[in-house]
Structure formats: C-alpha cells, structure tokens
T-cell receptor
Framework: DSGVTQTPKHLITATGQRVTLRCSPRSGDLSVYWYQQSLDQGLQFLIQYYNGEERAKGNILERFSAQQFPDLHSELNLSSLELGDSALYFC????????????FGQGTRLTVV | GDSVTQMEGPVTLSEEAFLTINCTYTATGYPSLFWYVQYPGEGLQLLLKATKADDKGSNKGFEATYRKETTSFHLEKGSVQVSDSAVYFCALSDSGNTPLVFGKGTRLSVIA
C-alpha cells in the first residue's frame, strides 16, 4: 500500500459528461501529480500541485482542470468527455517539490461510452 | 524536451533466466533516473533509482547503473521469478525538479 488513495476505482460515463476524480496523498506529502495512462500514449504527465499551488503543467487539455485543497487532497475535473479520454488516471505524491521519489495510487479507470 | 526510450515488449522469459530491459534517455540537465514496476491491477511502485553518474540502484535482485556516457539506465536481474511478471517503466526527472517523464513501459512475462 503506497498510502495514496484514489476514488473512485472505476467510472463509466457518457460522452459530453463531466466527472471528478479524487486523490488523497500520503500523509505529510505536499506535492500531488496527475498522470494519464493510455495504451497508445503511455504515461503522460498532466499537472502538479505543491502545497495548494500549481507547480507544473504537462499535456493537460483545456477541458481538464485540477486543484489541491488546504487539506492537500486533490481533484481532477474532466469535462465535455470524449471517447478518447478513456484511460487510467493516476495520482502520485511526493514529500517536496523536488521529484526524488513519487508514490502512486492505484488509479481510476475511466471509460467513456 | 526530455524523453525516455525503452525496449519494446512484451518480453517472455523462463523462470531463472537473465533479464535485461534497455532504457536510454535524453535530457537537457542532469537527470535522476528511476525504474518503476506496475503489477496487474495496481499502481506504479518505485523499484530503484540513481541520482548521479555511475550510481547503481538496486532492489529485490534488480539492478541498474546510471551511465552518463551512453545516456542509459538498463534494468537487469540475474534470475527472474514468475512473481516478477509486470510492466516495467523507466523514468527520469531532470535535476529532480521536474515531474517524471516515463518510457512507454515493457511488459515482462515469466513462465514456470
């Protein structure tokens, strides 16, 4: 158990809908990262938050947004969903802003139908 | 930009065989290098890491040496077990300050 909790584990929704994925980092970790894993693109970095502030942005679509709350949990919001958004979404956390070691949650499998 | 290239899978080996999974990288700075493993239905787990040239990371019988001259970080294990069946990801973080950049992963299947 990595200590990173993601909910829900599975999500099935229709095109055009909006969903929210939740992540609770390991106790004491201030950085949260979101990754998308798909068969064709592999693991793609989406966004990083550190202590409530956006720290780094990767290949995140404008339809997607995220935030980190004062209790350090994070949410990834995906809107106007398309079939191609179907993927595994992973959250990871690390203790500092430097990425010396990141701990991953078990992921949320999103299926858009 | 930074990138990681690792050998295409899947790799199928018999138990007790020697394993090598090749990984090379491109980075503008001085990266830290990692191997992560993903068992079926689970998230990624850090397997080993190295932060400077000639460092050797090791864990659970797996080893990888940071080779700056060849920009490589190949994963090796002398004798694989069925329980090693998983997907292995090579990754880098440029100077440890940037989010991890992953290779596409190599699926390993070990048969008894």
């Amino acid at each position: 158990d990595s200590g990173v909790t993601q909910t829900p584990k599975h999500l099935i929704t229709a095109t055009g809908q909006r969903v929210t994925l939740r992540c609770s980092p390991r106790s004491g970790d201030l950085s949260v990262y979101w990754y998308q894993q798909s068969l064709d693109q592999g693991l793609q970095f989406l966004i990083q938050y550190y202590n409530g502030e956006e720290r780094a942005k990767g290949n995140i679509l404008e339809r997607f947004s995220a935030q980190q709350f004062p209790d350090l949990h994070s949410e990834l919001n995906l809107s106007s969903l398309e079939l191609g958004d179907s993927a595994l979404y992973f959250c990871a956390s690390s203790s500092g802003v430097r990425n010396t070691e990141a701990f991953f949650g078990q992921g949320t499998r999103l299926t858009v139908v | 930009g930074d990138s990681v290239t690792q050998m295409e899978g899947p790799v199928t080996l018999s138990e007790e065989a020697f394993l090598t999974i090749n990984c090379t990288y491109t980075a503008t700075g001085y990266p830290s290098l990692f191997w992560y493993v993903q068992y079926p239905g689970e998230g990624l787990q850090l397997l080993l890491k190295a932060t400077k040239a000639d460092d050797k990371g090791s864990n659970k019988g797996f080893e990888a040496t940071y080779r700056k001259e060849t920009t490589s970080f190949h994963l090796e294990k002398g004798s694989v077990q069925v329980s090693d069946s998983a997907v292995y990801f090579c990754a880098l973080s440029d100077s440890g300050n940037t989010p991890l950049v992953f290779g596409k992963g190599t699926r390993l299947s070990v048969i008894a």
